[in-house]
């Protein structure tokens, strides 16, 4: 069975996944190592770890990345639209979602109905900013769309808390929110 815990270890942090299967991944990595570490092992020891997926570059989720790299792990490498990282039982889809930022991604488990959503969407119709460098309202539009078209169960934000509660419901709120951005 598939265990994912939240592991985030500053305020002000991006959420940070850790996601044990028979390839134990960690979703993003936040700002600063060493309390995300703290929390990692009490799960598993982190030189276990195969897998860092950053869902976008923004510091508040990738800071901490090059302290938590080992040699151990692979080559580094640009996750692009249609990509599965297999984990064991789960087969995680890299769906390219621009608008956050230009290199944003989510992650998605069609079997398990489980999204990574990063920065695209968070609970109860929020979304990610687009004021930022790289942001396009536009483009967020665009990928939330494409959300709405699959089915989720579970949301895993890169804020605010993990939801179960009509998920779909809210990746529509969060579609509203955008377009009256426009």
């Known amino acids: ?14 959420n940070v996944y850790l996601i044990l299967d028979k390839r134990p991944i960690l979703v993003d990595a936040g700002m600063m190592a060493a309390p995300t570490l703290r929390n990692i092992k009490k799960f598993i020891d982190p030189a276990k770890i195969e897998m ?3 869902t976008h570059c923004h510091h508040d989720h990738s800071g901490a990345a090059p302290e938590l790299k080992a040699p151990a792990y692979e080559v580094d490498e640009t996750l692009k639209e249609g990509m ?3 984990t064991g039982e789960w087969k995680l889809e890299v769906m390219e979602t ?3 930022s230009t ?7 069609p079997q398990a109905k489980v999204l990574f959503s990063g920065d695209t969407v968070f609970p109860d119709g929020n979304i990610g900013r687009t004021d930022m460098y790289g942001g396009s309202t536009p483009d967020l539009v665009a990928s939330i769309e494409r959300l709405t078209g699959i089915d989720v169960e579970i949301m895993y934000p890169g804020h605010m808390e993990i939801t179960g509660r ?6 529509e709120m969060s579609l509203r ?3 009256s951005m426009l």
Do not use: N
């Open 1 to 14: 069975m598939v265990e994912v815990h939240k592991v985030s270890g500053a305020a002000f942090d991006g």
């Open 52 to 54: 860092i997926v950053l």
């Open 84 to 86: 599965v990282l297999d």
């Open 98 to 100: 621009p608008g956050h």
């Open 103 to 109: 290199g944003s991604l989510c992650l998605y488990e």
């Open 166 to 171: 009509d998920v779909k419901k809210q990746i």
């Open 177 to 179: 929110f955008a377009k």
